[in-house]
Structure formats: structure tokens, C-alpha cells
């Protein structure tokens, strides 16, 4: 066996040697970069009543965002969460779709207001705006928490800029797909940023933007509950109370409540329509579960209990250290809670996956600090699982069901995971 992994170690390295050297990697980034603008410009260019060449929705997941924007601009704001009136409003936007889809908004009465200035402009330039914005705040959170990676050599950076902006989850699934994943992104590379910079209570008000998806909060904030770091958490509540004041200050009481009944039916929805929230683009536990055994049975939610139990106190051992550990074991522990965010979920799509790369960029940084130029075979080969597996993960999943990229989440994740367990020295790093 130790045969076996030697040869198949030197295999690897030989690989990655010959070819995924700097000018490879950067031409198939910007290739890929290329080709998906291509098809977007293509996308709206033959789009008829909503459908296009590709058979796919011109702007994807926007227009349920536009139309919140519309109804904030055009109705009532008690309409806001009036789903038969989204249903109107998208079909009248988008004629040739199928009568029977729907893309209802359920995101809070706050994160609608940001698209009432975009939803006055033509869906299309609306659509295009907003990708502008998304590449911006991509961009933004990958360069602020660049600013605090000491170890990760100038040109590696400028690859790494070039991959994350290539990565499916986000070219394709957010930028193309129109999907707002990119303001979670940038909120948690904020809260990253200041915490690194000791500003703990602004990184709690920048954690608490997140708010407008809670679904990316469901480790990070128990984190810091069982770090018992109290500042952050005072800053995630003052953010939490401004966006409450700002909700009901600009729609009212009403459309609050209904956001509320709203997001505690939404983990029933995604259980019982397969149209709203397709499994197939998920890639949390409890979705990758209903995929395998082909829908929502009581197997799935025992599978998913049980892989709570298991796995969770592994965390939580290291969450209680947090605020105790050398400032490589803390990266680590923020990159594993990031990863496993993904996947110890209820509902996480595909596009919402583009934190990993914050997590990937830690991980990068401490292994540099350790073993310089040298990464470890097993980590360059995750990269590669992580940059590949989304572009065919779907359609495995559609054709076999199985979400292949959660395994490979798994896989990362539990390497995040025992390389922040590992002894702070070098040789703990060189070997892995």
C-alpha cells in the first residue's frame, strides 16, 4: 500500500509539473473567461420572450430580484412576498417560459431596496448592471483579504485572481446566472478582513450582512459563539437591528412579517418543489442525501441528523480554542468552517459555493508560510477537484444522482480540518 501511494504521489507531482505550469493555468482561465461572456452576450442576443438558443432564461436568477425591485416601485410594499403577484410579474417579463415555473423572491424587505434604482432601467441593461456589481464585489473581497496573506508570493496571487474569477460557481452560476452570491461573498471577506485586523466589532456588522441569505451564517456564527468572542457578536446584533430599522423604516411592518413566515416555510419548500429549488444544483448534505435516494424520505433526515451529531463536535473542539490558537491553526479553522458551511446545510446552492475560494486562499497562505513554493500533492490536487467538478457535477447529478462536489467539499473540508489540528510546525505541514 505505502508502494502504491508513493508511486501514485510521484505520478501527481510529475503532473503538475509538466502541465499546470503559470502559462497553462492562465490560459485556461482566461479562456474560460472568454467563453462564458461570449455566451452571454449570445444568451441575450437570441433570447425571444424570455428563452434563448441555449434553451436557459435570459438573466437566470435576476429576474426574481427585478421584479422585487418592480413591485417595491410599482405596488404596494405588503405586495412584496404576494407570490401569485411575483408569478405575474416574471411571466410578464419573461412570455416564454413554461406557465408553470416560478423564481419567488424570499430574501429580506432590506435586500429588495437594493434593486428598486436597477429594476428602472430595461431588464436587460438591469441584468447587465448588476453583473458589473457582482464582478466588483468579487473582485473587492478577494483583493481585501489578499492584503492579509503575507506568505502568498505577487504572481501566485495574480493566478489565483484569474482562477476564482474562472470558477463555474461563479462565472456561470452567478455572473451568467444572475445570482446574488457574490454580496455573501464579499460580506464574509469583509468580516474576514477586519477580523484579521483586530477590528472585531466591525467584523461582526460586515458578518451581519449576511443576513440577507442566514443560510451562509449556520456555522460561522456558532463559531464565534462557542470562541465566546464577544465584540464580534455585539457588532453582528448591531448590524442585525440596523437592517431590521431599515426594513421597517422603508416597507413597513407588514412585509417584516411576511418575510418571516417566508423564511420559515423555505426549508418546506425546498423540500416539496422540485421546480423552485432544483436538488440538483445543492450541494449541502441534506440536498446531496434527497438527490441519492431520489427525493425526501425519513432515511435522508436520519442521514442528515446523524451526520450532524458525528461530525459537528470535531468543530466545535476546535471553535472553543479559537481565540487561543497561533494565527496559522485560526486561518485554518476559519477556511474548515467555511467549507464545511456548504455542506452542513439545509439548502446551499452551487453559486453560494464561491466562499470555498476565501477558504482555499487561507489555507494557501498558511501552507506557503510553511513549506514555501512546495505545496503538498494533496492539497494541489483539491484545487484542481474544486476548480474541475463543478463544471460536470450537474449533470452527473442529473443523470445519476450524485452531487459529486460535495465529496470533494468533504474531502476539503476534512483536510482544512486536520491540517488545523495538526502541531504548529513545519514538519507538520511538509508531510501532509
Not at 478577494?142 to 461563479?170: N, V
Request: charged content about 10%; overall charge positive.
Amino acid at each position: 500500500m505505502s508502494c502504491m501511494l508513493r508511486e501514485i504521489r510521484q505520478f501527481s507531482s510529475a503532473f503538475f509539473e509538466r502541465y499546470l505550469e503559470p502559462p497553462v493555468i492562465r490560459f485556461v482561465a482566461i479562456s474560460f473567461i472568454a467563453l462564458e461572456f461570449l455566451s452571454l452576450l449570445i444568451s441575450f442576443w437570441t433570447s425571444k420572450g424570455g428563452t434563448n438558443i441555449f434553451g436557459s432564461w435570459a438573466g437566470g436568477d435576476y429576474s426574481c430580484f427585478y421584479i422585487a425591485g418592480t413591485i417595491l416601485n410599482k405596488y404596494s410594499p405588503d405586495r412584496l412576498y404576494d407570490f401569485h403577484l411575483q408569478a405575474v410579474l416574471l411571466h410578464d417579463l419573461l412570455p416564454g417560459i413554461t406557465v408553470t415555473n416560478e423564481l419567488p423572491f424570499i430574501n429580506p424587505p432590506f435586500f429588495a431596496l437594493l434593486f428598486r434604482p436597477l429594476s428602472l432601467l430595461p431588464f436587460t441593461l438591469s441584468f447587465y448592471t448588476w453583473s458589473l456589481v457582482s464582478i466588483s464585489l468579487y473582485v473587492s473581497g478577494f483583493l481585501l483579504i489578499r492584503k492579509t496573506l503575507d506568505s502568498i508570493p505577487h504572481d501566485a496571487s495574480t493566478i489565483a485572481l484569474l482562477l476564482a474569477l474562472s470558477f463555474e460557481p461563479f462565472l456561470m452560476e452567478s455572473v451568467v446566472g444572475g445570482n446574488t452570491s457574490a454580496f455573501g461573498f464579499f460580506a464574509i471577506a469583509l468580516a474576514l478582513f477586519l477580523d484579521r485586523k483586530g477590528k472585531a466589532i466591525l467584523s461582526g456588522m460586515a458578518l451581519g450582512l449576511c443576513l440577507y441569505k442566514p443560510t451562509y451564517l449556520l456555522l460561522i456564527l456558532p463559531m464565534f459563539v462557542f470562541a465566546r468572542h464577544i465584540k464580534l457578536l455585539y457588532g453582528f446584533i448591531i448590524c442585525g437591528i440596523l437592517l431590521a430599522g431599515i426594513s421597517y423604516l422603508s416597507v413597513g411592518k407588514q412585509p417584516c412579517f411576511d418575510y418571516v413566515n417566508t423564511l420559515l416555510g423555505a426549508s418546506q419548500m425546498s423540500v416539496g418543489s422540485q421546480e423552485i429549488f432544483r436538488t440538483f444544483k445543492y450541494v449541502d448534505i441534506f440536498s446531496f442525501c434527497r438527490l441519492l435516494l431520489r427525493g425526501s424520505s425519513p432515511y435522508s433526515l436520519v442521514t442528515v441528523i446523524i451526520t450532524f451529531v458525528v461530525s459537528l463536535p470535531f468543530l466545535i473542539k476546535l471553535w472553543l480554542k479559537l481565540e487561543h490558537l497561533d494565527n496559522s491553526r485560526r486561518d485554518l479553522v476559519w477556511a474548515s468552517t467555511i467549507t464545511w458551511t456548504a455542506v452542513f446545510n439545509l439548502h446551499f446552492a452551487i453559486y453560494d459555493s464561491i466562499i470555498v475560494v476565501l477558504a482555499v486562499l487561507l489555507t494557501t497562505n498558511v501552507l506557503y508560510r510553511k513549506t514555501g513554493a512546495a505545496m503538498p500533492t494533496i492539497f494541489r490536487s483539491l484545487i484542481i477537484l474544486l476548480y474541475i467538478t463543478p463544471c460536470i457535477t450537474q449533470s452527473i447529478a442529473i443523470l445519476l444522482g450524485f452531487q459529486l462536489f460535495t465529496v470533494v467539499l468533504i474531502l476539503t473540508g476534512a483536510y482544512q480540518y486536520f491540517l488545523a489540528r495538526k502541531s504548529d510546525s513545519d514538519d507538520g505541514c511538509h508531510n501532509i
